[in-house]
């Protein structure tokens, strides 16, 4: 038996909606309207590769963190969930520090063709190298009874508004983008992608870009986010 080194190839980049890390959600399936197309690579991007995926509505997505590889791993991590001044074990945990950078997801399969599938529902980054695509199995895959004490329920979800005009300005965007622009913005920023250890700033502007447009907000009162801003870059 041997301890490796084992290498592994993409099978796929993920092209994504989301261009930045900060506004990712934490899960999959937190915000609906996040979506991307796998693009295949050769020898995968050819039909016989999906056969049989159009009966199937979920994937599992196995990728890279690859915006997060370390050479030195971590035996605990500060999960922003647990507040980031908190650390537990990392294989207690899904942060993308962790051995051998690899991450899971499972995301809705819009629609397939030959070389590329259409997903949605994601967590991940635009250009994610993905490892390997494996249909969701509901008898096996969803656990009745299965807890996680750390990470019970979905994170709460905060109040977003829009500056006067900007709704407008995000429809505008949404419009040319031929994509549900105003709901990926009100369903990411409703998670508070601030890490929870920062002290609220009412002054203080946070952004990031979704597909080509730029997204500006902030806190004008503790718990809130007013949108300011949705222009392309
Ligand atoms: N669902 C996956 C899992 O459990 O393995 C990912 C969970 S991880 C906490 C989700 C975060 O990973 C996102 O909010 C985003 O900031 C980050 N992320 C997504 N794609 C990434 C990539 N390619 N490289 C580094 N970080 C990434």
Redesign the pocket.
């Known amino acids: 038996m041997s301890g490796g080194p084992y290498s592994v190839s993409p099978v796929g980049i993920l092209h994504s909606c989301f261009k930045e890390?900060f506004a990712?959600?934490?899960?999959?399936q937190l915000a609906p309207a996040a979506s991307g197309v796998l693009e295949l690579l050769p020898p995968f991007n050819q039909g016989e590769a999906v056969q049989g995926l159009e009966q199937v509505s979920h994937v599992w997505l196995l990728?890279?963190?690859?915006?997060?590889l370390e050479e030195k791993p971590r035996l605990k991590v500060r999960p922003p969930r647990l507040g980031g001044n908190q650390s537990i074990g990392v294989f207690a945990s899904?942060?993308?520090h962790r051995p051998n950078g690899i991450?899971?997801?499972v995301v809705k399969l819009d629609k397939v063709e030959p070389g590329r599938l259409w997903v949605s529902g994601i967590?991940?980054?635009d250009g994610?190298p993905i490892l390997d695509i494996k249909p969701y199995v509901s008898y096996a895959d969803s656990i009745p009874g299965a807890y996680n004490a750390i990470a019970s329920l979905a994170p709460e979800l905060i109040p977003v508004t829009w500056a006067a005009g900007v709704l407008q300005q995000a429809q505008e965007q949404a419009q040319r983008l031929g994509e549900p622009l105003v709901e990926l913005i009100e369903q990411c920023l409703a998670q508070d992608p601030r890490p929870a250890y920062q002290v609220p700033q009412p002054d203080r502007r946070y952004g990031t870009r979704f597909w080509d447009v730029d997204v500006r907000w902030h806190y004008p009162v503790a718990g809130e986010i007013v949108v300011l801003e949705v222009l392309p870059g």
Do not use: Y
């Open positions: 890390k990712i959600p934490r899960q999959p990728f890279l963190f690859h915006q997060t899904r942060a993308t991450g899971q997801s967590d991940l980054l994610t």
